[in-house]
């Protein structure tokens, strides 16, 4: 029993989580990476402070909600974890909570393309250009190999 919940942590959990068992040595980035980098490249993009109003208007619609889905996932994450310490987890249980969590990255992916869409929209065509080669230099943590 105690084989199979490492198994099941190693093969299912820990990818669901973010995580990814050959990524040894390979660099991950945090949220403050990130931060800081679109931080960089809004100074770059050159706003103006129409612009730049619009784009702030675009972070805090979108803030709130991204932080409530994500506790939910982080709450689906806990009961996912909860379910597993058990004598004999529920298999079909796991698969409807991992089914869920899967779910809710789409949600979470959905929203971010929506809110870069948003973005595009208050740029002119040189400040898009730049935008999507910034695109291209974004430190993902999984994305990019």
């Given at each position: 029993?105690k084989?199979?919940t490492?198994?099941?942590l190693?093969?299912?959990?820990?990818?669901?989580?973010?995580?990814?068992?050959?990524?040894?040595?390979?660099?991950?980035?945090?949220?403050?990476?990130?931060?800081?980098?679109?931080?960089?490249?809004?100074q770059e993009?050159n706003?103006t402070?129409?612009?730049r109003?619009?784009?702030?208007?675009?972070?805090?619609?979108?803030?709130?909600?991204?932080?409530?889905?994500?506790?939910?996932k982080?709450?689906?994450?806990?009961?996912?974890?909860e379910?597993?310490?058990?004598?004999?987890?529920?298999?079909?249980?796991?698969?409807?909570?991992?089914?869920?969590?899967?779910?809710?990255?789409?949600?979470?992916?959905?929203?971010r393309?929506?809110m870069?869409?948003?973005?595009?929209?208050?740029?002119?065509?040189?400040?898009?250009?730049?935008?999507?080669?910034?695109?291209?230099?974004?430190?993902?943590?999984?994305?990019?190999?």
């Open positions: 029993m084989r199979l490492i198994i099941l190693l093969l299912v959990i820990i990818p669901l989580m973010g995580g990814d068992l050959f990524a040894f040595g390979k660099k991950t980035y945090r949220r403050d990476d990130i931060a800081s980098f679109w931080k960089k490249v809004k993009l706003l402070s129409e612009q109003g619009k784009i702030e208007a675009i972070e805090k619609q979108y803030r709130e909600q991204m932080k409530q889905i994500m506790e939910k982080r709450g689906k994450h806990r009961e996912l974890m379910k597993l310490k058990g004598a004999s987890p529920d298999e079909a249980e796991l698969n409807r909570l991992a089914d869920e969590i899967a779910s809710i990255n789409a949600e979470l992916l959905k929203m393309i929506r870069t869409v948003e973005y595009k929209k208050v740029l002119d065509e040189k400040q898009r250009e730049k935008f999507d080669a910034a695109l291209e230099k974004m430190p993902y943590r999984r994305y990019r190999r």
